[in-house]
């Protein structure tokens, strides 16, 4: 079918951010880095903004009990196409993860507003999407969708519990300990697409030079800590060799090494491979040096007792990653043994990728691109997004949502930093992208 597309001028975003590059700042300069955390004033400043915004444009503001702004279009369609993302940021972060995709929304939906459609429009702001402040990632998100833990409120930020936090801001935890979502089934059931763009927080799209990114998926992650126990023995007196030694840092080299060849091995079958894998820490958490001082018996003079590691893979596939996890954990068996030291495994956390996101919505954005001329490729998404929990979740007829994201380039593929910058031409360019792809209800579902 024929697009018809909705351009959005870099002027009409630079207006917005003139105003929010003051909200959350960290010095006189927006280059000072910006600190809006889970459930603040900061975070609740820039919500205000966009409520006051909404109701100026002639939209509709609703606040839900998690403290999640929701703003729509006036009309009462069966079906609705809407938007969302953050706009809280990491300890000195940027001004962009999060908070372009809202900027980008709002403007969309502000514009396509003035025309007549045969579907309603929405934008929702969620709140705490980073963990940095509670430990816990789309805070908000997952509370509307009735997934959040009764124990996650007891987490502290600042002093405070998520409970407390989330009262001071207007937000009612005691709905959100029963479990039960914000949004209803039936506001579910009417979603024919949800989108989200955000800043690719990678450098893929800059070093391609390419204008937009079409995501085919969300990686999630795993996380485990792998400790190996070993024996203290005096380093002079006790000989070399497996016999003699139980070295619990010489096992762990050798497995940081034969855990790279694993991925290797799979990367050379598959180039393209939608794996990563990262070993954060080795010996080095302070938090778990507190809490288990073993650590500290290890000394120069003393064959290693006690040695650990972070162990992190992250995919849009969740039974690739489970695959090669088992794999991994053999070799960590296999070398652990060879050196005579046991180990444990403590998972921190394990969680749900979308290995494709919906494929019709890609390809539309693939014409749209062509249709307005914007450079595009498609990636994955490294990082994860409230979008990926919109993707997880079924509607009465057991279909999931439509879900898509857009990424746009950020200079240097910074991002959590102050060094975090998308120009508000780049941004434009996204929000033109997202404007079509909700201004045509057909040819989305
Ligand atoms: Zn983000």
């Keep these: 079918?024929?697009?018809?597309?909705?351009?959005?001028?870099?002027?009409?975003?630079?207006?917005?951010?003139?105003?929010?590059?003051?909200?959350?700042?960290?010095?006189d300069h927006p280059n000072a880095g910006f600190t809006r955390a889970a459930y603040s004033d900061e975070e609740s400043a820039v919500m205000h903004y966009f409520a006051v915004q909404a109701e100026q444009n002639g939209l509709i503001t609703r606040w839900d009990a998690a403290g999640n702004l929701f703003i729509e279009t006036t009309d009462r369609h069966e079906q609705w196409i809407e938007c969302g993302s953050h706009v809280d940021t990491v300890p000195a972060g940027g001004n962009f993860d999060g908070l372009a995709g809202i900027v980008a929304g709002f403007v969309a939906i502000a514009t396509l507003n003035q025309k007549t459609r045969s579907h309603g429009?929405?934008?929702?702001?969620?709140?705490?999407?980073?963990?940095?402040?509670?430990?816990?990632?789309?805070?908000?998100?997952?509370?509307?969708?009735?997934?959040?833990?009764a124990d996650s409120l007891k987490k502290r930020h600042a002093g405070r519990s998520l409970a407390q936090a989330m009262r001071e801001q207007g937000a009612d935890p005691s709905l959100i300990e029963s479990g039960q979502p914000t949004i209803e089934q039936n506001e579910l059931?009417?979603?024919?697409?949800?989108?989200?763009?955000?800043?690719?927080?990678?450098?893929?799209?800059?070093?391609?030079?390419?204008e937009i990114g079409i995501v085919s998926g969300i990686r999630a992650s795993s996380r485990d800590w792998i400790t190996l126990h070993g024996a203290f023995d005096h380093s002079g007196a006790t000989p070399m060799g497996t016999t003699y030694r139980r070295d619990a840092n010489l096992a762990l080299a050798y497995i940081l090494v034969a855990l790279d060849e694993l991925f290797s091995s799979y990367q050379k079958e598959n180039p393209d491979i939608d794996l990563v894998q990262t070993i954060g820490h080795i010996?080095?958490?302070?938090?778990?040096?507190?809490?288990?001082?073993?650590l500290y018996n290890n000394a120069i003079s003393k064959v290693s007792g006690y040695a650990y590691f972070s162990f992190e893979l992250r995919s849009c596939?969740?039974?690739?990653?489970?695959r090669y996890k088992q794999k991994a954990m053999q070799i960590i068996q296999?070398?652990?043994?060879?050196?005579?030291?046991?180990?444990?495994?403590?998972?921190v956390s394990n969680s749900s990728g979308v290995k494709s996101l919906d494929q019709p919505i890609q390809r539309r954005m693939q014409s749209i691109c062509e249709s307005l001329d914007y450079s595009h490729r498609t990636l994955p998404s490294g990082a994860w997004h409230d979008a990926a929990l919109i993707a997880q979740q079924t509607r009465s007829d057991q279909t999931t949502i439509p879900t898509a994201m857009i990424f746009i380039p950020c200079l240097n593929g910074k991002s959590h930093s102050p060094e975090e910058f998308?120009?508000?031409e780049q941004i434009a360019k996204g929000a033109s992208v997202?404007?079509?792809?909700?201004?045509?209800?057909?040819?989305?579902?």
């Excluded at 018809?4 to 929010?20: C, F, G, K």
């Excluded at 430990?135 to 009735?146: C, N, P």
């Excluded at 979603?191 to 391609?208: D, R």
């Excluded at 596939?317 to 489970?322: E, P, T, V, Y």
């Design 283 to 294: 010996n080095s958490n302070r938090e778990k040096n507190e809490h288990d001082k073993q």
């Design 189 to 210: 059931n009417q979603i024919s697409a949800h989108l989200e763009l955000h800043i690719e927080q990678g450098i893929v799209l800059e070093k391609e030079d390419k």
């Design 422 to 424: 998308a120009s508000a």
């Design 317 to 322: 596939d969740d039974i690739l990653r489970n």
């Design 434 to 445: 997202l404007a079509t792809l909700m201004q045509q209800h057909v040819g989305l579902v």
């Design 121 to 149: 429009l929405r934008l929702r702001i969620w709140r705490g999407e980073e963990s940095a402040s509670f430990g816990i990632t789309s805070i908000g998100a997952s509370a509307a969708l009735g997934k959040l833990s």
């Design 334 to 347: 296999h070398i652990a043994t060879e050196y005579g030291v046991s180990f444990e495994i403590e998972t």
């Design 1 to 27: 079918m024929t697009i018809v597309s909705t351009t959005i001028t870099p002027q009409e975003i630079e207006a917005h951010y003139s105003v929010l590059n003051r909200i959350g700042v960290l010095g």
